[in-house]
């Protein structure tokens, strides 16, 4: 059964299929904004044609000449001038159609690339990025060529083709027949050849998209293939895949060959054939030799379109195959973007609960539930807890606030709004996300940290913000400091990582922070100082933060246990007294959480930690800094 978002926040389970509208990719959509190009280079390739299609006469006008023993040299002028009009046309239409395949492929890939931004994450990993950039690359290549072959070489083949068989049926419709004849019969096999290339190019397309995801995959996997002497393993199943790509290739190559020789090949036959019954009606006196030379020229000119045209028809087919692929990614819905004009307007200042999740219930496409029945509410401000065991399902809670993801079941609610009635990008601009993997993106400590803001951030704030999650020291001695490169040869520390996408959220203007284990690679004095920021951020903002380190857990005002399905979102969440510590005993019982029973007595050790609370009377600082300094955290933004 599908049933999508209502209005009143309960969420169905999803669409099945994955499509949105169906994208043509037609040859008018694909020329639009390159058509003057294509027009002037199609122009030029038949003003080349039409100098190839005078030349004969000009041939015939010579060779009368010198049978008349007649001065040639105004001829033989002509005839240089209309070959080299001919080639220099020729030319000119060949780079133009290569300024205008250009820009076609790249709209196409912009619109490609715009289109995967937009993808839902599931998609993304559905899909995998190898074959996605496979598509991105090679795919557009065969398209772009597949519209040139549409729009410029099968049309200038085909007129080129039509003319010169007429002007032959008029010099001679005897010879003329003949010529169709061989090359009719040179073309039943290249029947056979064209339709099987469509087929060999879905293949070789496909086992290309495959290598590029394998390698993408691999790659991404480097240092543990390096670890675990991995290497031989992982060349050999990658070297399967590129065999399999050199197999599909060389299928689509042996048919490409076939090609051009056919043609070939009938204009031998015909050639032969002509030549058999020209000499015979020469030497009757039924044909004059002039006639017979341009005709001839003729002949051997028909090649060339007709050679264009197959091969364009090859084009066709290969490109027709990429198309789909390109079609079926561009048909993958995007991101639903919520209503264009925001309804929603979140009384931040006066809205008491920043998430509330209502017997929310979510499974992952082909597995068993993930979330059943869970209902919690995180308030408005101050640090909630959220843990459970792993693989509980904390980092999806985090996905369906954020919307990745969207609940099967039950009502999710954001700073008092229904989830389904914000507007995507309005969501996310008041949530701030720290994942699990702490992602730095490849470019510059700068970039990163302005990422999602529209305006430059001061450099007085960066430097400020570095301070207080404490990477102040190691980015001042980075050779390019707030500008050095990270991700080729540079990188930093997996803590440093987690300290600069923690910056990058404190810069924010969320007012929601959902921090996926922000300090699971930090130092104990790092995690003190990221907590004391955390905890002054929570005086005004809503901190969600799910770890497994008990020490972080003891800073919540707030906890949420995200409990396995097996307990049907039995309510475990429970209130925490500001700074509490919890008893040393009860760390151990924190450690057993895999069965419902682990569970219950991990709230219970919770509860337990929480009457043994030792108020210590301030607000947690971080070191060095006395309670009443805040760290540097930007102010909440005005109420909307
Ligand atoms: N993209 C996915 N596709 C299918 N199943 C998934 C996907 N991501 C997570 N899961 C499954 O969903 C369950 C919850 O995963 P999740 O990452 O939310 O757990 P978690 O509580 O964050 O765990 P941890 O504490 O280890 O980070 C797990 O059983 C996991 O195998
Ligand atoms: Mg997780």
Redesign the pocket.
């Known amino acids: 059964m599908v049933r999508s978002a209502s209005k009143t926040g309960v969420l169905g389970p999803r669409p099945v299929a994955a499509f949105g509208v169906r994208a043509h990719l037609s040859l008018a959509e694909l020329s639009r904004g390159s058509r003057a190009l294509l027009f002037l280079a199609t122009a030029l390739a038949w003003c080349s044609t039409g100098a190839g299609l005078i030349l004969p006469w000009v041939i015939m006008g010579t060779t009368a000449a010198l049978t008349r023993r007649e001065a040639v040299g105004g001829p033989v002028l002509w005839l240089s001038a209309l070959a080299l009009a001919a080639a220099g046309c020729q030319a000119g239409s060949g780079w133009l159609l290569a300024r205008a395949g250009e820009e076609v492929v790249l709209r196409l890939r912009r619109r490609i690339i715009d289109h995967v931004m937009r993808l839902p994450l599931?998609s993304l990993?559905a899909q995998g990025a190898g074959d996605i950039t496979a598509r991105i690359t090679s795919d557009c290549s065969l398209v772009r060529a597949w519209a040139e072959a549409a729009l410029v070489h099968l049309p200038v083949a085909a007129l080129g083709t039509a003319a010169t068989l007429t002007t032959m049926a008029w010099l001679d419709p005897t010879l003329t027949l003949l010529t169709l004849g061989a090359f009719a019969a040179a073309g039943v096999p290249l029947v056979g050849v064209i339709v099987r290339t469509r087929r060999a190019a879905t293949a070789q397309q496909a086992a290309l998209a495959d290598l590029g995801q394998r390698l993408f995959a691999t790659l991404a996997a480097f240092t543990p293939i390096k670890a675990y002497r991995h290497e031989a393993m992982a060349a050999e199943r990658l070297g399967h895949t590129a065999a399999r790509v050199s197999t599909t290739s060389t299928t689509a190559a042996r048919l490409q060959s076939l090609m051009g020789p056919l043609v070939a090949l009938g204009q031998q036959v015909a050639v032969v054939a002509v030549t058999v019954v020209a000499s015979q009606q020469i030497t009757a006196g039924e044909l004059p030799s002039a006639t017979f030379s341009a005709f001839f020229f003729l002949l051997l000119y028909l090649t060339s379109p007709i050679t264009v045209a197959v091969l364009g028809i090859g084009q066709l087919r290969a490109g027709r195959a990429a198309r789909a692929r390109l079609t079926f990614l561009l048909g993958l819905m995007t991101e639903p973007a919520g209503p264009p004009q925001s309804s929603v307007r979140p009384a931040i200042a006066t809205c008491q609960e920043a998430v509330s999740f209502q017997r929310v219930s979510f499974t992952?496409?082909g597995?068993t539930p993930?979330l059943l029945n869970q209902s919690f509410i995180v308030p408005r401000t101050g640090l909630t807890a959220l843990i459970?065991?792993?693989?509980?399902?904390?980092?999806?809670?985090f996905?369906l606030i954020s919307r990745f993801i969207e609940a099967d079941e039950g009502c999710i609610r954001i700073l008092g709004q229904d989830i389904s009635a914000w507007r995507l990008p309005d969501l996310r601009r008041h949530i701030a996300y720290v994942d699990?993997n702490a992602s730095v993106l490849e470019g510059t400590i700068r970039e990163n940290l302005q990422m999602g803001r529209d305006r430059p951030i001061r450099e007085q704030d960066l430097w400020e913000t570095l301070e207080t999650v404490g990477l102040r020291e190691a980015v001042r001695q980075l050779p390019q400091t707030l500008d050095t490169h990270l991700g080729r040869g540079r990188d930093l520390s997996g803590g440093q990582r987690q300290r600069l996408v923690l910056a990058r959220a404190l810069l924010s203007d969320a007012v929601v922070f959902l921090l996926?284990?922000p300090t699971s690679q930090l130092d104990d004095a790092g995690e003190q100082r990221v907590m004391g920021a955390l905890n002054h951020l929570a005086k005004t903002r809503a901190v969600v933060m799910?770890t497994?380190r008990l020490s972080s857990v003891r800073h919540a005002h707030h906890t949420v246990v995200?409990t396995p399905p097996a307990l049907d979102g039995r309510n475990l969440s429970a209130p925490l007294p500001v700074g509490m510590e919890c008893a040393e005993a009860g760390e151990e019982r924190l450690q057993d959480r895999t069965s419902p029973a682990g569970v219950t007595a991990m709230r219970q050790t919770i509860l337990e930690a929480g009457g043994a609370v030792r108020r210590r009377g301030r607000a947690l600082c971080r070191p060095g800094q006395e309670a009443g300094s805040p760290p540097h955290v930007r102010p909440p933004p005005p109420p909307t």
């Open positions: 599931a990993q992952y496409a597995a993930t459970g065991p792993s693989g509980a399902g904390k980092s999806t809670v996905a699990q996926d284990e799910a497994h995200i």
